[in-house]
C-alpha cells in the first residue's frame, strides 16, 4: 500500500513539472514601430489569455536603435521620440510585478491610439510615476537601455518586431511567430492546450 502512494505522488508531481513548464518568449520591439505595434495588437493581444499559462514573455523595447558614446544618447529608427518611448518602456516594465500587468501596459502603450509619448499608458499601468519620472531620465533609464541594447546584439535582428523562444533564435521560427503567434508557440511545444 505504501509503495502504490509512494507511486502515485511521484506521478503526480511529474505530472506537475510538466504543467508548470512554461516557453519563454523573448519580444524584441520598438515604441513607435508600425509592423510591432500590429504584431501586438493583432497577435499578442487576442491570443494572450488563451496562452498565458504556457508562456514566460519578456519585452525587450530597442530593435534598431543604437547607443552613443557608452549611453550619451541613443539614435533610434523612428527617431527620438521613439528612444523616449524605449526608454519609458523599459523603465515601466522593470517596475511592473507581473506577466498580466506587464502585458495590459505594453498592449496599452504599442497601439496605433496611444499617446506616442508613453505617459498615459504609464498612467494606467499603476506603476509609481515620481519613479517612473526618475528612472527615464536619469543613470538607471540609461542602464536599462543599455541592458536592451546588449540583448538585442545577442540576435541576428534584421526585422522588428523579432522573437526568441527559450532563448534561441530561429530565423524561420521568428518569422511564423510574426504571422501566426500561437502556431509558433505550438511548434515549439506542442503539449499546449489547442496543439494539433
Same mark, same amino acid.
Given at each position: 500500500?505504501?509503495?502504490?502512494?509512494?507511486?502515485?505522488?511521484?506521478?503526480?508531481?511529474?505530472?506537475?513539472?510538466?504543467?508548470?513548464?512554461?516557453?519563454?518568449?523573448?519580444?524584441?520591439?520598438?515604441?513607435?514601430?508600425?509592423?510591432?505595434?500590429?504584431?501586438?495588437?493583432?497577435?499578442?493581444?487576442?491570443?494572450?489569455?488563451?496562452?498565458?499559462?504556457?508562456?514566460?514573455?519578456?519585452?525587450?523595447?530597442?530593435?534598431?536603435?543604437?547607443?552613443?558614446?557608452?549611453?550619451?544618447?541613443?539614435?533610434?529608427?523612428?527617431?527620438?521620440?521613439?528612444?523616449?518611448?524605449?526608454?519609458? !518602456?523599459?523603465?515601466? @516594465?522593470?517596475?511592473?510585478?507581473?506577466?498580466?500587468? %506587464?502585458?495590459?501596459?505594453? =498592449?496599452?502603450?504599442? #497601439? +496605433?491610439?496611444?499617446?506616442?509619448?508613453?505617459?498615459?499608458?504609464?498612467?494606467?499601468?499603476?506603476?509609481?510615476?515620481?519613479?517612473?519620472?526618475?528612472?527615464?531620465?536619469?543613470? !538607471?533609464?540609461?542602464? @536599462?537601455?543599455?541592458?536592451?541594447?546588449?540583448?538585442? %546584439?545577442?540576435?541576428?535582428? =534584421?526585422?522588428?518586431? #523579432? +522573437?526568441?523562444?527559450?532563448?534561441?533564435?530561429?530565423?524561420?521560427?521568428?518569422?511564423?511567430?510574426?504571422?501566426?503567434?500561437?502556431?509558433?508557440?505550438?511548434?515549439?511545444?506542442?503539449?499546449?492546450?489547442?496543439?494539433?
Amino acid at each position: 500500500m505504501f509503495l502504490r502512494f509512494v507511486s502515485i505522488l511521484a506521478l503526480a508531481l511529474v505530472a506537475a513539472t510538466v504543467v508548470d513548464v512554461r516557453v519563454k518568449v523573448t519580444v524584441f520591439y520598438e515604441h513607435l514601430c508600425p509592423d510591432s505595434i500590429r504584431w501586438i495588437s493583432n497577435q499578442l493581444a487576442p491570443n494572450y489569455n488563451a496562452l498565458r499559462n504556457h508562456i514566460d514573455l519578456e519585452f525587450i523595447p530597442f530593435g534598431k536603435a543604437r547607443s552613443i558614446n557608452g549611453g550619451q544618447s541613443f539614435e533610434c529608427q523612428h527617431g527620438p521620440l521613439e528612444c523616449e518611448g524605449n526608454r519609458i !518602456q523599459s523603465c515601466v @516594465l522593470n517596475q511592473l510585478p507581473d506577466q498580466d500587468r %506587464q502585458v495590459s501596459y505594453v =498592449t496599452c502603450q504599442m #497601439s +496605433f491610439d496611444a499617446d506616442p509619448r508613453g505617459w498615459e499608458c504609464t498612467f494606467r499601468s499603476g506603476v509609481d510615476l515620481v519613479a517612473t519620472q526618475n528612472c527615464v531620465e536619469g543613470v !538607471q533609464g540609461v542602464q @536599462l537601455q543599455l541592458e536592451a541594447e546588449r540583448r538585442t %546584439q545577442q540576435i541576428p535582428l =534584421t526585422f522588428v518586431p #523579432s +522573437f526568441a523562444f527559450n532563448d534561441q533564435f530561429d530565423q524561420e521560427l521568428n518569422q511564423l511567430a510574426f504571422q501566426d503567434f500561437p502556431a509558433a508557440l505550438c511548434r515549439v511545444d506542442s503539449s499546449i492546450a489547442g496543439c494539433q
